[in-house]
């Protein structure tokens, strides 16, 4: 029987190649992409995903336009990383327009979208959480309706790549992914940035991955030149842990979505957000001493099968 999920992201490099990780497995069925403002502007995102899906001939999929600002608005930017328009500053004159986009709003078709398959889909999210947290918001049974929650986005070390002590998907939106992990009660796992980090692949893996002769291999070393080119200055090079690497952060939640068995180390444990420190403010706090009492229990990824993922990355540009 075919995977149901609606992947939520803020269109970057990595979650393109996430998204084109899920398009590539025939028994994966996408019921919808929503999108959230992170990356860059939520236009931006929505005309990235159209792009992706051009390129995959996925055109079919519903893509819908979802929140343009934090809960409390003052955005981040991770330009720096993934160019101005999110994809590298790599432009497509002959680029879907957001004509293409979905009348419904996200959160309205997420919800809907669960409703109408209970306990069937499970939900991707890549982005900062906010769309997650207005769907708890709007419809308090939804999180219960899920099959399971998968993130890519939180840190276990207080490692920041963009705060001192936040990752980059928590910074952007702390209430939205305090809301998340205190209210979605589904089976819920997480891909932290040390995480990824530790589970990197070989640079050398990445040249023969974007090397196969495809159009979706020439669309992915296009838009990635920029970031690959960004990773070796000094700034990156203090954000990663345990040494420099191909990572593609966002992927490594959609391969436990597309097979379990992706997974074969985690830890169960709970899980909140800080919210007011000056210095800490979104970062992940992991509950050891079982000191908040929280009865739901998360599970944070720490070792996963790299020969799988490496399949599964070769096969998303076929």
Same mark, same amino acid.
């Given at each position: 029987m075919a995977k149901k999920l609606i992947l939520d992201v803020d269109c970057g490099v990595d979650d393109a190649q996430a998204i084109m990780m899920a398009l590539a497995v025939p028994d994966v069925q996408i019921l919808g992409i929503t999108c959230v403002q992170g990356n860059t502007s939520v236009d931006n995102i929505c005309k990235n995903t159209l792009r992706v899906l051009k390129v995959c001939q996925r055109m079919e999929i519903s893509v819908f336009r979802g929140a343009s600002?934090?809960?409390?608005?003052?955005?981040?930017?991770? /330009?720096?990383?993934?160019?101005?328009?999110?994809?590298?500053?790599?432009?497509?004159?002959? #680029?879907?327009?957001? /004509?293409?986009?979905?009348?419904?709003? #996200?959160?309205?078709?997420?919800?809907?979208?669960?409703? /109408?398959?209970?306990?069937?889909?499970?939900?991707?999210?890549?982005?900062? &959480?906010?769309? &997650?947290?207005? #769907?708890?918001? =709007?419809?308090?049974?939804?999180?219960?309706?899920?099959?399971?929650?998968? =993130?890519?986005?939180?840190?276990?070390?207080?490692?920041?790549?963009?705060?001192?002590?936040?990752?980059?998907?928590? #910074?952007?939106?702390?209430?939205?992914?305090? =809301?998340?992990?205190?209210?979605?009660?589904?089976?819920?796992? =997480?891909?932290?940035?040390?995480?990824?980090?530790?589970?990197? &692949?070989?640079?050398?893996?990445?040249?023969?991955?974007?090397?196969?002769?495809? /159009?979706?291999?020439?669309?992915?070393?296009?838009i990635f030149k920029h970031s690959m080119d960004v990773s070796y200055n000094e700034r990156y090079q203090k954000e990663m842990v345990d040494g420099m690497g191909f990572m593609s952060c966002d992927s490594y939640a959609v391969a436990a979505a597309i097979d379990e068995s992706f997974m074969t180390e985690s830890d169960h444990i709970a899980v909140t957000v800080e919210l007011t420190g000056t210095h800490t403010r979104g970062m992940m706090v992991l509950d050891t001493l079982d000191v908040l009492q929280n009865k739901h229990k998360v599970h944070i990824m720490k070792k996963v099968d790299l020969e799988m993922f490496k399949r599964m990355l070769m096969n998303a540009l076929k």
């Open positions: 600002e934090p809960l409390l608005g003052g955005s981040l930017s991770s /330009e720096g990383f993934h160019g101005k328009d999110g994809l590298g500053d790599a432009p497509d004159p002959m #680029a879907p327009g957001l /004509e293409l986009v979905q009348k419904e709003g #996200a959160v309205a078709a997420m919800t809907r979208i669960v409703s /109408e398959h209970p306990g069937e889909v499970s939900l991707v999210a890549t982005g900062p &959480l906010t769309n &997650l947290a207005l #769907a708890a918001r =709007i419809d308090p049974t939804f999180p219960q309706k899920l099959k399971g929650l998968y =993130i890519m986005g939180g840190n276990t070390e207080s490692r920041g790549n963009t705060t001192v002590c936040a990752e980059f998907n928590f #910074a952007s939106d702390p209430e939205a992914a305090y =809301i998340v992990l205190n209210s979605y009660k589904c089976p819920t796992y =997480i891909a932290t940035w040390e995480f990824t980090c530790r589970n990197k &692949l070989p640079w050398g893996f990445c040249d023969g991955w974007l090397s196969q002769d495809s /159009e979706k291999a020439r669309f992915m070393k296009k």
